[in-house]
Structure formats: C-alpha cells, structure tokens
C-alpha cells in the first residue's frame, strides 16, 4: 500500500544525508561543528525509526521511544542555534520555555508513553523562531563574503521551516487522530508528515553536499592565493638577493 511505502521511504530518508556527513571532509571550525550535531540527529533520527519498527512488529508499544527522541532532537537544534545566533538570549529562552512546558505536558496532557504532540508543536514553535533569529542575523552580515545558502545552517534553516511549519496543524491534532480514528485512516493523514519528512532530509542532503563542496571550492581558492602570494614574496627576496651581488 502507498502509506506503507511512504512511510519505510520516511525511515529511510535519514540514510542519504547521514552518509554525506559520515564521508565530508574537515571544515570551517564552526562549520564541522554544525555539522557533527546534525549528524548526530540524523543517527538519532535512524535509530529511533528502527527502534519503534522492532518494538511495533513485536507488538509492544514504541511511542516512549518517539517521545525521548523530540526531546533529544530539540537539544542538539538548539546546541545548532547556541552556535549561530549571536544573542545567546534567545536559545536560552527557547531552552527555558521547552524546559517548563516538557513536565506539564507529560504530567497532565500527554504522558510519556503516548505521542508527544503538543510537545512537538511547541517545540516546532521555538525551532521556526529560532530558525527565523538565525536567518535574519545571516543575512543583514553585509560584511559576510558567504552567501545565505553556502553556508549549512541556511539550509537547516529551510529544513526546519519547511517541517515544522507544515506539520504544525498536524501535530495538534496528533491525537484526534491516534484515539478517535481507527489506524489505517490515521496512517493516511500521517503520510502527509512521512512526505514531508522526506522533503526534510533531502534539504539536508542537498544542503551537505552543497555546502561541503563550495567549503571545499574556497580553502582550494584560499590556498591558491596563500602560494600565490608565497612566490611573489620568493620572487622578490630573489631579486633583492640578485640586486645586492651585482
């Protein structure tokens, strides 16, 4: 069936952009760093995907594995965000508000053993205004030479958007869906987040890639010019050396 497919194509969607990182060179200090805990979530992301396949063919209930997952997947954004966003206020706010709301939601509306989605809606919340901070501060640095999306964190910028704001209406109604609704017609609105999140992990994909070879396309053009300038000094220590023996 085609929901069933979308959803092992959502699982595995992880795999392509996980690769990318796993195989990217060394970069920019603050590049690789971005990139290390993206590659982490997307590890996170795999591994949370397999473990709720087993633990659902066994029959056992797999949503505690899907709610430790949000947790861990707000933590590294927001160490993404710690790095990039100059006023450090924000993150911490977003830390704060996640922080407070994560026990009540579990306590009183949603708890752990079932799907997190009001959680996962504040957290897209927080995510879309972090995403927002961190694209209004890239591109009002004129004085930055790197365009907007040869750097990473634009495109998990546009990720992050893309995903939770299309999925926003979706998670609040996450559990309508999962009690009132029998399961296979829960499984059809839920393929609209399957495709989106297939959408999501190719923006990171593309974005890998693109940014790693434009990294690599500028240490090259900043070593050409570092020996450049290298022989030119050579040239005229040799002719200063030339000049003194006549």
Known sequence: MIYTFLEHVSSFSVVFPLLLVLFSGKVHLKEDL?????????????????????????????????????????????????????????????????????????????????????????????????AGMSSFHLLRAPADPVPFFERLIGWINLAVVVYFLSNLFLF????????HLDPETARKYWSFHNCVNILKNSIFAIGIYYTMRKGADRTTLIMKGISERIDELYDDALDEIVKKTK
């Open 34 to 130: 971005i990139l290390r805990a993206l590659g982490i979530l997307l590890l996170a992301s795999g591994l949370s995907d397999v473990g709720s396949y087993l633990l659902r063919e066994m029959g056992k209930s797999f949503l505690m594995v899907d709610s430790s997952y949000i947790i861990i997947e707000f933590l590294l954004f927001s160490y993404i965000y710690y790095r990039v966003i100059p006023n450090k206020k924000w993150v911490y706010g977003g830390l704060l508000l996640f922080g407070l709301f994560s026990p009540i939601n579990i306590l009183f509306i949603e708890p752990f053993t079932q799907f997190q989605g009001w959680l996962i809606f504040v957290e897209g919340l927080i995510l879309i205004g972090y």
């Open 172 to 179: 609040s109604i996450s559990e309508f869906l999962f009690t």
